[in-house]
């Protein structure tokens, strides 16, 4: 099939079979959470995965067929992916008529011999290279493939391994770059819909790509092993309820501060006993 032929059945895909599980979830985590204002340039971070390629393509129609009061630049990073790898990045960019801009760094080399899991550290490299790179391209924003799925299974790590609850947020202001922010598009998105859109279109996309798990061959990083069994878990509970996957990710929206125990706000730990 020509790439021109392909680009367009990819589109009509999104606005047409899977406009209401993905293409109205995404306008919808726009207008919820005001992640696009007028004038915005947005790095829309492109890692070769099903999630920030779909994303890429949805930035795509919002700008050629809606709003049009932002700029999207489709930004890639290479950290030392395998020729292979990179290839296909490339091959499906051209393909899904995505016009990137790439650069490169030496991540996953770096973090090669960063004791048993350097995952931890390759994601903040990462995030702090796509930051300095997309504020040199005049952007004040970048945009993250993370979705629902996603943030349902954090809050549930955070809980269970990190005794803490709190949850991937929407978007946030950046510590480390002045003026930059973060947005997740896809916060209300399924995965299960991601990977329907990904199969109807015939696509193949890269799966885990760094070096770190190409070297352990069938090994998993812990924190890669945690998300697998929260994953799974979830999907155990979803099936007894279906309506538990949703109230995990409406406890983070309904905290009752006069019900815990103790909480931070700012740094700053806030204790029931302190007004009791």
């Not at 992916?81 to 490169?104: A, C, G, H, R, T």
């Not at 269970?160 to 947020?169: F, L, V």
């Not at 352990?216 to 279906?242: C, F, G, M, Y």
């Amino acid at each position: 099939m020509p790439e021109q032929t392909k680009s367009r059945d990819v589109e009509r895909s999104i606005v047409k079979k899977f406009r209401k599980e993905i293409w109205c979830k995404f306008t919808k985590a726009i207008n919820e959470y005001d992640l696009i204002q007028d004038g915005d340039r947005i790095a829309v971070c492109i890692s070769g995965g099903k999630d920030s390629m779909l994303m890429a393509k949805l930035f795509q129609e919002l700008y050629r067929h809606g709003v049009q009061n932002f700029e999207p630049v489709f930004l890639v990073m290479n950290p030392g992916y395998n020729d292979v790898n990179y290839q296909l990045i490339l091959d499906n960019s051209k393909m899904l008529d995505v016009p990137i801009k790439v650069f490169e760094s030496d991540i996953f080399e770096s973090v090669a011999d960063v004791g048993d899991n350097p995952c931890y550290l390759c994601a903040r490299m990462r995030r702090g290279h796509l930051y300095s790179n997309a504020k040199e391209l005049g952007c004040n924003k970048i945009a993250l493939g993370h979705h629902f799925d996603d943030v349902i299974e954090t809050i549930l790590m955070g809980m269970m391994w990190g005794g803490q609850i709190q949850t991937m947020m929407p978007k946030l202001h950046s510590t480390n770059f002045e003026g930059m922010e973060l947005i997740r598009p896809l916060y209300l998105i399924r995965e299960d819909a991601i990977i329907r859109w990904r199969d109807y279109n015939d696509l193949r996309f890269l799966q885990c790509a760094c070096r770190f798990t190409e070297n352990l061959a069938n090994e998993e990083s812990e924190v890669t092993s945690k998300r697998k069994e929260i994953k799974e878990l979830i999907k155990q509970l979803s099936q007894e309820d279906p309506i538990i996957e949703k109230n995990i990710f409406r406890s983070v929206e309904n905290v009752n501060l006069s019900t815990v125990i103790a909480y931070k706000q700012d740094g700053v730990r806030h204790h029931f006993l302190d007004e009791y």
